[in-house]
């Protein structure tokens, strides 16, 4: 088999391996999926939206079709204020539809505070999208589109996906320092119980928001994953 495979990429994000009608060939269905995190501020803060390209493709193995790592990269990101309700639902929407996002992207943002009236809005245009809410505790729920999700969780998620090496940053991407700067005025305390909690410093340049933004998507990439059918055969089992 040619460790090269010709790969047919669907709309919806499925990506499968041409078999040209070769029976000895397993058809083997990867993905590709986008997970657009954002964040929501007032008037006067910046919001912004971090996107995370979630893949795993089939690769040859020897003889066989498997399917090869999960990589997940951070492709893009974008910060903005001034903007009203409107014009932010707005671009989230084209955001989400914008090449090569649509038809495979999951929309994720802070449903606290002023994401509940985003959320209102986009549920009001019928479009897909989840909204996070931060709580304490170290778990998380869901019901319907408000999920309720442990601020450490998601915090300490992100910090498990850099460090085994299983999120990675674009080599090109704008805005990647000011990431990693708002990603660092989030710290550790231990309260007087003894409990650990996370708190955030405000920095120069806002209130945190690209990582915020990237925060509530590595999450939804870990956990509110869409819910689909995948079929190949482990390597070594028969």
Known sequence: MSEVLNLIHMPDGRVINETNMDPAIERVTGFVRYFVGADLGQAADFSSA????????????????????????????????????????????????????????????DGT?????????????????????????????????????????????????FAADELKFAHDLPLRSEIEEDLATFTTQTTAAGNQIIIQARNASGHGDLGIGLIVAAFASQYLMPQGIQMSKLVGMY
């Open 113 to 161: 505070s002023l994401g509940r009236v985003v959320s209102d809005m986009l549920w009001d245009q019928s479009i897909p999208h989840s909204a996070v809410q931060m709580t304490g505790g170290a778990d998380w729920t869901r019901k319907g589109r408000y999920v309720n999700a442990s601020k450490t969780l998601m915090i300490e998620n992100l910090a498990v996906l």
């Open 50 to 109: 971090v996107v995370i390209k979630d893949q795993q493709l089939p690769i040859a193995n020897g003889s066989r079709v498997v399917l090869g790592p999960r990589e997940r990269t951070v492709v893009f990101a974008d910060k903005f204020r001034g903007a009203s309700y409107v014009d932010v639902v707005d671009y989230l929407i084209r955001l989400r539809n914008a090449p090569p996002f649509g038809g495979k992207s999951e929309l994720i943002i």
